[in-house]
């Protein structure tokens, strides 16, 4: 079946602007994870959604980032004011029970210039 | 909550060489364990997992990770390595329960070079 897509794939903006990630997880699965990558980096856990219950936020890096999951399924992650450091992959991911295991999607690469 | 070691950041190996590359974790509950792998430019790929049973796992590419829960370990292994299978390696860990604290190592970039 089809494996969990985001888009875009590469995302260039200017420093100062507002952008916009979008993840279209696994259909049927309940989780739905947000991650970003620095370039040869570890994965930085940054929102969590299960079913109908309130995100976990806790890993978002400042109030620029917000993110949103409608009718359980496609998630979008904005960062308004783009900051050079926000450069990185962003990567989705869901599950489904009984187990944890994560399905990836091919991530965002996003370039703040 | 959970928490995971990968020690070594890079790994350098020959082709056709063993390898072996190390998770340890920490958790005062049972788990789950997982090991992710990314090639370049893409996103993670489920390498194997380990949820009950034998703790010998077996997962794609030749790949196998054995789990040790005395040494909190589950290090994972591969007889001889391709060039292929230069890539980012990540230990994951979770608790029992759906969702609970899914928790994912630094990760460990394996260079096989010829």
């Known amino acids: 079946g089809a494996g969990v897509s985001q888009s875009p794939s590469n995302k260039v903006t200017e420093k100062g602007k507002d952008v916009e990630l979008r993840c279209d997880p696994i259909?049927?699965?309940?989780?739905l994870y947000w991650y970003r990558q620095s370039l040869g980096q570890g994965l930085e856990f940054l929102i969590y959604?299960?079913?109908?219950?309130?995100?976990?936020k806790s890993g978002l890096p400042s109030d620029r980032f917000s993110a949103e999951r409608t009718g359980g399924s496609v998630s979008t992650l904005t960062i308004q004011r783009t900051q050079q450091e926000d450069s990185a992959v962003y990567l989705c991911?869901?599950?489904?029970?009984?187990?944890?295991?994560?399905?990836f999607g091919p991530g965002t690469r996003l370039t703040v210039t | 909550a959970q928490s995971v070691t990968q020690l070594d950041s890079q790994v350098p190996v020959f082709e056709e060489a063993p390898v072996e590359l190390r998770c340890n974790y920490s958790?005062?509950?049972?788990?789950?364990l997982f090991w992710y792998v990314q090639y370049p430019n893409q996103g993670l790929q489920l390498l194997l997992k380990?949820?009950?049973?034998?703790?010998l796992v077996k997962g794609i590419n030749g790949f196998e990770a054995e789990f040790n829960k005395s040494q909190t370990s589950f290090h994972l292994r591969k007889p001889s390595v391709h060039i292929s299978d230069t890539a980012g390696y990540f230990c994951?860990?979770?608790?029992?329960?759906?969702?609970?604290?899914?928790?994912f190592g630094p990760g460990t970039r394996l260079s096989v070079l010829p």
């Open positions: 994951a860990v979770s608790g029992l329960n759906y969702g609970q604290n899914f928790v």
């Open positions: 958790s005062s509950v049972s788990v789950y």
């Open positions: 959604f299960q079913g109908n219950s309130a995100p976990d």
């Open positions: 259909s049927g699965h309940t989780a």
């Open positions: 991911a869901s599950s489904s029970p009984p187990y944890s295991e994560q399905y």
């Open positions: 380990y949820l009950s049973g034998s703790t």
